[in-house]
């Protein structure tokens, strides 16, 4: 089982960077992979994969509009994974998801193979 909490959302500027955080905590927290997705305004049907990271910390990968602008980071020692964004963008607005896949394949990026799911944490970047 696994819990997760997210913080850190707001309104922010084009431009500007922001950081997100996600708690994990449960017996298969330490073993999961945790991936970031993210549900943009109207569109309530699909999460877009944005990140993800191995449990050992060592394996990160990211989806195609966010790479080279967001980084993703493991602090197992405090049960947290963060997501850095920078140079942030309309199209980043958001809610953001942290999700936890304990029995996936090696790096999954489809909403389906998480099986635990955080509340939400609303992104908003305003032009």
């Known amino acids: 089982q696994v819990q997760l909490a997210e913080f850190g959302g707001g309104l922010v500027q084009a431009g500007d960077s922001q950081r997100l955080s996600c708690t994990a905590s449960?017996?298969?927290?330490?073993?999961?992979?945790i991936g970031w997705f993210r549900q943009a305004p109207g569109n309530e049907r699909e999460r877009e994969f944005v990140?993800?990271?191995?449990?050992?910390?060592?394996?990160?990968y990211y989806g195609r509009p966010v790479k080279g602008r967001f980084t993703i980071a493991r602090d197992n020692a405090k049960n947290t994974v963060y997501l850095q964004m920078s140079n942030l963008k309309s199209d980043d607005t958001g809610i953001y998801y942290c999700?936890?896949?304990?029995?996936?394949?090696?790096?999954?990026?489809?909403?389906?193979?998480?099986?635990?799911w955080g509340q939400g944490t609303q992104v908003t970047v305003s032009s």
């Open positions: 990140a993800g990271i191995t449990a050992s910390g060592i394996n990160k």
């Open positions: 449960g017996s298969a927290a330490s073993r999961a992979v």
């Open positions: 999700a936890a896949a304990v029995s996936s394949s090696p790096l999954p990026r489809d909403g389906s193979e998480y099986g635990y």
